[in-house]
């Protein structure tokens, strides 16, 4: 303990492309969709998060709102530094300080992550004052959360459904033994739907609306025991070019999504034959975990147990599992030392 240590505030950030969450003092104190909005004659960023949300679909020329992360990883550099900035400013108990104070920072990644993107995320947190700044992989940060003892001798797998990326992983040891990270998650099933409509219903929908009917009637198979009302969508005519309406119901959604759910499917198979017998004997008896926003898809844990044979868990809150590990992490650097990136 030197002493500017008190000086320092810890932060976990799970920096994710749709949704960016920070815990601070052990609570989430940012929750916020990771979009930005810039003015494109000044180059300013003029709204965050959910500000810049509403503005998604309806910006005129000289707004354009962006989606700093793509796949998980950063894309535009510039515009996730100001979210970032902007996010750890709305901080309440940073707030009241007079100057931004160092910051020791958890940040959780993608496992298929390559080095130079990696070396983006840590240079982007250490421009908004991060003075210590650790990395751990998302599929392990989804561990910690659901409340897995990553350190036994004992094989858990964890499938986490973001919004850009899809991490499976079998986990021992506080290592990853094998893992496969696909680009098949939220925002590819929001294009299914988008698709969908166009080429079913000539209604083309913007990504918000398609993004609420995946929320409010999505679902990954056809036989749902209690199955969501039917949803009217509204949108433009492809044909007539005049704004109207269609219901559907989640079996035209289960129809829509089915391709992506079925690689999702491949994908935890494929990880399963790479895992060693040892741990596949565990996983036999713990079964599957799932986190992530996409594992809140109607049918989707049935839809793997019938493909794997196994249980399949859903996490509590699976929004805020990987934020939660990553905040764990922060609270007991010492115990997961072995886990972080440095």
């Not at 180059?43 to 509403?54: D, N, Y």
């Not at 947190?125 to 210590?132: I, M, S």
């Not at 929001?190 to 079913?200: A, C, H, L, P, S």
Request: proline letters at 4%.
């Amino acid at each position: 303990m030197g002493f500017f240590d008190f000086l320092i505030e810890e932060i976990a950030i799970d920096l994710g492309t749709a949704n960016t969450l920070i815990i601070h003092n052990d609570k989430v104190v940012v929750d916020s969709p990771s979009i930005v909005a810039r003015d494109r004659t000044s180059g300013k960023i003029t709204a965050v998060g959910k500000e810049a949300a509403m503005m998604q679909g309806k910006t005129h020329e000289n707004i354009k709102t962006i989606r700093p992360l793509k796949d998980g990883v950063i894309a535009d550099f510039d515009a996730s530094e100001k979210m970032l900035t902007m996010f750890i400013k709305e901080i309440p108990a940073l707030k009241k300080k007079m100057f931004t104070p160092a910051l020791r920072m958890v940040i959780c990644i993608p496992s298929g992550i390559t080095e130079v993107e990696m070396r983006a995320v840590k240079e982007s947190a250490e421009r908004v004052n991060g003075k210590e700044v650790y990395l751990i992989h998302e599929p392990m940060a989804a561990a910690i959360g659901i409340g897995v003892d990553i350190m036994q001798p004992k094989g858990n797998m964890i499938v986490d459904i973001g919004g850009g990326t899809t991490e499976i992983a079998v986990i021992a040891l506080g290592g990853i033994v094998c893992d496969k990270s696909i680009k098949v998650a939220g925002d590819v099933f929001t294009n299914d739907i988008v698709y969908y409509m166009r080429t079913q219903h000539n209604l083309y929908v913007g990504e918000r609306t398609a993004e609420k009917i995946k929320i409010q009637i999505g679902a990954a198979t056809e036989d749902l025991e209690v199955p969501p009302e039917e949803m009217s969508v509204q949108g433009r005519d492809l044909l007539t070019g005049k704004p109207k309406q269609v219901n559907i119901s989640y079996r035209e959604v289960a129809k829509a999504l089915d391709k992506s759910i079925l690689r999702i499917e491949d994908a935890v198979m494929e990880t399963l034959s790479q895992t060693p017998p040892e741990l596949a004997a565990d996983i036999y008896n713990t079964g599957i975990y799932l986190a992530g926003g996409g594992s809140m898809l109607r049918g989707l844990d049935k839809r793997l147990s019938q493909k794997t044979d196994l249980p399949v868990y859903i996490a509590e809150d699976p929004l805020r599992a990987v934020v939660r590990g990553t905040g764990i992490t922060l609270k007991t650097l010492n115990r997961y030392k072995g886990v972080l990136i440095k």
